[in-house]
């Protein structure tokens, strides 16, 4: 496989799913975390079993914390197009002209960079990365989010009650701006035209 997309977190309960992310890790050049679950577990670091079906699964991972991950696709979920992109992206940063990888490479180091970054967040996370960078533009998206309403939206901006906070990351997964980048947007032009090219 050139670029293997993974969705959703890992049951480590489950022997087959643990073995598979194993085997797709071996197997890709570029490992791509589809989704908030797959990039930081959000929710699903809480289920704690008794499902009907599967009893005995229990804890679940963000698949960061079983294997090294190329690639984040934030968002939950993430659009069509922020996928068709990044798969364009990664083939060619792989197989691309030096000026296709140039391109790629400006489109994906903010996404490598978040998976680099690790597999939790949590609001003080958003605080210092996002908020105090000036980056916050008030779309409320990490309130919107937060499972155990930890966030308000007062005067334009994010308020977070920490002593609520489970540390679940679905804030910082959810935020525009937790991977914004200036390479990005000052090649806006040229990333579409890359990337329309390559599909035609
Ligand atoms: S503030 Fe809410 S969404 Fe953010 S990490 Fe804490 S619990 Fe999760
Ligand atoms: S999601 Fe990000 S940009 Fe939007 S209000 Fe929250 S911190 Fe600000």
Request: neutral net charge.
């Amino acid at each position: 496989m050139d670029v293997a997309l993974v969705e959703g977190s890992i049951c480590i309960q489950d022997k087959l799913a643990v073995e598979e992310i194993k085997q797709t890790r071996e197997k890709a050049a570029v490992v791509v975390a589809v989704g908030g679950c797959a990039c930081y577990g959000n929710i699903t670091r809480f289920g704690r079993g008794g499902q009907q079906n599967q009893p005995q699964h229990e804890s679940y991972l963000p698949i960061g914390d079983i294997i090294k991950v190329d690639v984040y696709i934030p968002g939950c979920a993430p659009t069509p197009q922020q996928i068709r992109n990044v798969c364009v992206m990664a083939y060619l940063l792989l197989k691309g002209t030096k000026e296709q990888k140039d391109l790629a490479t400006a489109y994906l180091k903010p996404l490598m960079m978040a998976a680099q970054r690790g597999t939790t967040a949590c609001f003080c996370d958003l605080m210092t990365d996002v908020i105090n960078q000036g980056l916050c533009m008030g779309c409320g998206s990490c309130a919107a989010a937060c499972p155990v309403r930890a966030i308000t939206h007062e005067y334009g901006k994010p308020q977070g009650q920490r002593d609520l906070c489970i540390k679940c990351g679905a804030c910082y997964n959810q935020c525009p701006r937790s991977w914004y980048s200036f390479d990005v947007v000052d090649n806006y032009e040229a990333i579409n035209e890359a990337i329309m090219a390559a599909l035609q």
